[in-house]
């Protein structure tokens, strides 16, 4: 009766081994994706740390602000909303466009990428 106690117990800490492993390559997978969004859509014009700095966004008026101070105090959903609507849908400026090909997920994605980096993370 030992030997299966321990059996199951050696099964059971496998499972939970593979488990953790998926979720960890899972979290991996979706930070990466959420990188490689945020270089396709945002660096462009908001720089790779989203400092405003890119190389369009010396071109625009007004020019791209620098995340760690224009997302101070915003929420989640206002992040969402301005990656999903634009700059306009949020009360700032018109020149950031819509991104509405983006899917629910990559815009969740996108806004917990883009807070990261507003934190300095």
Do not use: N
Not at 24 to 45: E, I, K, R
């Amino acid at each position: 009766m030992i030997k299966q106690t321990r059996a199951t117990q050696l099964v059971l800490f496998v499972l939970a081994a593979i488990i953790a492993a998926a979720f960890t390559c899972t979290a991996v997978a979706f930070a990466a994706d959420a990188g490689a969004l945020y270089a396709q859509h945002c660096a462009v014009c908001h720089g790779d740390k989203g400092h405003g700095d890119g190389p369009s966004g010396k071109f625009l008026k007004p020019p791209p602000r620098d995340f760690a101070v224009s997302l101070k105090g915003k929420t989640d959903a206002w992040v969402s909303k301005a990656i999903q609507d634009g700059g306009a849908a949020v009360g700032e400026s018109a020149t950031m466009p819509p991104f509405k090909d983006l899917s629910g997920a990559e815009v969740k994605a996108l806004a917990d990428y883009v807070k990261q980096l507003a934190a300095g993370k």
